[in-house]
């Protein structure tokens, strides 16, 4: 149907994002800065497969400090992952980072994708923009972030706001909650949960293992992302993308150490200074705009996760999904049969428009290639 430019395409979202564009049928042009948050090993891990489509031009650049002229050209709908995440870190000096990262990045695509006249820009916004609200979260509740990390992904929401109104542009903001499943984030708890228990080392728990997530799986917040590219939506649409389901902290270490069949030893840390006690979205208003349902029971997504850790460790890298489930009223483009097209020698990077946007080469080994 058209094209996408996906950016944070090498991340744990944006890379699953964009084999699930890819197989409905979407050209995506991908952007990455392949940031060093966590090791860009994992990030070239997780496009390699989709990598050697023809359907996907990956592009490595960083939309702070680019020059994005001609990024945006025959592109039809923009989904802005790429960010910088994580709570602990966005305390003290490392906020310029994020306000680099989340905020400026983010006004910069904005102005690119207003003066492009883009149909649709979709940003990836956070359960963190919440803050003390009665629970389930819904989206009228006054945001207060308890984070410096929430205070940039809200500062975001507000520019994405403020480009629907002011400059006609077609937007929608997603707040996640809690996403996890395979290529999670070496920071986010089931992944360092996992490769505790895989050690036999204490799993790190900070506080006393009460805290509450409603944890929801990526192909279902990869599946309520592809819809907001084509749903009619009201104007600045902000919308919860939630399982609705929070469990404690325990309780998904009890679920992990049952599917891994070993005995959970945990080291108890100090609660963490802008950790929320407790999240619960309310997804209401996203099953009515996007007609989407969360599908995916916490048990299933896990041992999804696990075996990716397993299979990493065992020298099986890939672990593509499968196709994230549609809503009833999806109208995408065509959909593809044979799912990926796989052509193994093909690299699946283009340089796009005059900037200065570089060129990542992938496919052929490690090398990270700029012009
Ligand atoms: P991730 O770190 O795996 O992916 C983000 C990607 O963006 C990385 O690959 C990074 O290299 C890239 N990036 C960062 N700054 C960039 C820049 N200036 N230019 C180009 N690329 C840049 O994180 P994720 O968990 O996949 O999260 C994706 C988005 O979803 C983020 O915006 C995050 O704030 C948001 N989010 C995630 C969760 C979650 O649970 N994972 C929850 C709420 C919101």
Same mark, same amino acid.
């Given at each position: 149907m058209g094209c996408v430019l996906l950016t944070?395409?090498?991340?744990?979202?944006?890379?699953?994002?964009?084999? %699930?564009?890819?197989?409905?049928?979407?050209?995506?042009?991908g952007v990455?800065?392949?940031? %060093?948050t966590y090791a860009p090993r994992q990030k070239r891990d997780n496009?390699?497969?989709v990598a050697r489509s023809p359907e996907l031009h990956l592009i490595t650049g960083d939309l702070a400090r680019d020059d994005l002229h001609g990024l945006l050209e025959g592109v039809d709908a923009v989904v802005h992952l790429a960010g910088e995440p994580g709570v602990p870190a966005s305390w003290g000096? *490392?906020?310029?980072?994020?306000?680099?990262?989340?905020?400026?990045a983010t006004q910069r695509l904005l102005e690119a994708a207003a003066a492009a006249g883009v149909d649709r820009f979709v940003y990836a916004s956070s359960s963190s923009v919440y803050g003390p609200a009665d629970r389930p979260l819904v989206e009228s509740a006054v945001p207060r972030p308890l984070s410096p990390y929430g205070a940039s992904k809200l500062a975001g929401e507000v520019l994405v706001g403020a480009y629907a109104q002011e400059r006609g542009l077609s937007t929608v903001s997603l707040r996640y909650f809690s996403v996890y499943g395979p290529r999670q984030r070496p920071d986010m708890a089931a992944h360092r949960f996992i490769e505790a228990l895989l050690d036999h080392r204490p799993v790190p728990v900070y506080g006393d293992g009460r805290q509450a997530r409603d944890f929801t799986y990526v192909g279902d917040v990869v599946a309520a992302t592809s819809?907001?590219?084509?749903?009619?939506?009201?104007?600045?649409?902000?919308?919860?993308?939630?399982? *609705?389901?929070?469990?404690?902290?325990?309780?998904?270490?009890?679920?992990?150490?049952?599917?891994? *069949?070993?005995e959970p030893r945990i080291e108890h840390r100090p609660q963490r200074v802008g950790d929320t006690e407790r999240t619960e979205g309310?997804?209401?208003?996203?099953? %009515?705009?996007?007609?989407?349902?969360?599908?995916? %029971?916490? @048990?299933?997504?896990?041992?999804?996760?696990?075996?990716?850790?397993?299979?990493? @460790?065992?020298?099986?890298r890939s672990s593509r999904l499968e196709p994230s489930p549609r809503p009833a009223s999806y109208a995408g483009p065509r959909a593809t049969q044979?799912?990926?097209?796989?052509?193994?020698?093909?690299?699946?990077?283009?340089?796009v428009g005059a900037g200065s946007v570089g060129v990542v080469s992938i496919g052929d080994g490690d090398r990270l290639g700029m012009p």
């Open positions: 944070g395409a090498a991340g744990f979202i944006g890379s699953h994002l964009a084999e %699930d564009l890819v197989r409905d049928g979407w050209s995506v042009r990455d800065a392949f940031t %060093d496009v390699a497969a000096p *490392g906020f310029a980072t994020y306000v680099e990262r989340n905020i400026i819809a907001a590219l084509v749903a009619p939506v009201p104007t600045g649409a902000v919308l919860n993308v939630a399982k *609705g389901e929070p469990v404690e902290v325990r309780d998904l270490i009890a679920i992990l150490a049952e599917e891994l *069949g070993v309310c997804a209401d208003a996203a099953r %009515d705009v996007l007609r989407w349902e969360p599908v995916t %029971d916490l @048990r299933s997504g896990l041992r999804r996760q696990v075996e990716w850790h397993v299979g990493r @460790r065992t020298g099986a044979s799912g990926v097209p796989s052509q193994p020698d093909a690299v699946g990077a283009q340089p």
